[in-house]
């Protein structure tokens, strides 16, 4: 008869909590949408349908257990359209990249791994944080001391 009643005490105990642990997860759920999205995932699909402003980044981290063998495409689909609006990255090894947008829209994206665990992050940026973005350079300057014989 006890264990009915410390039963019945707990399940009211919990219902009274239910509000309150509801409220909590939709302030941050609305607040995380709001900055920014995050997918993440171990195999190839299409991303749900979301909308951004312009500037934004999105930021890709791959890894994996089988180094040798992992290869990820990740391309950006119009969300109206379903049409290929561009390739963000592609890769045989595991690392992460940046890429800035200056144009906002409803977009998707379709990711193509194999022996990948990724994770994409897609964030707004104020015009200031976005001045201050600048691209990494592909291999080196001329003037580089790290150049190869010229």
């Known amino acids: 008869m006890s264990h ?5 005490r707990q399940r009211r105990n919990a219902a009274s909590w239910l509000p309150l642990l509801a409220l909590a997860l939709s302030v941050s759920v609305s607040k995380a949408e709001e900055q920014s999205l995050e997918f993440t ?3 190839s699909m ?3 349908k979301f909308t951004v402003e312009a500037p934004w980044i999105l930021d890709w981290r791959v890894f994996s257990d089988f180094p040798q063998s992992v290869s990820i495409e990740i391309a950006l689909l119009d969300g109206i359209t379903g049409l290929h609006a561009g390739l963000v990255a592609q ?3 595991m690392g992460n990249g940046v890429k800035l947008f200056d144009e906002g829209g409803t977009y998707q994206l379709r990711i193509d791994s194999d022996l990948a665990r990724w994770q994409i992050l897609v964030k707004e940026l104020t015009k200031e944080e976005a001045e201050l973005y ?3 350079q ?3 300057r001329r003037d580089s001391p ?3 014989g010229q």
């Open 4 to 8: 009915r009643t410390s039963t019945s």
């Open 41 to 43: 995932g171990s195999s």
């Open 46 to 48: 299409t991303t749900p």
């Open 91 to 93: 890769t045989k090894e």
């Open 134 to 136: 600048t691209p990494k």
């Open 138 to 140: 592909k291999g080196f």
């Open 146 to 148: 790290f150049r190869q």
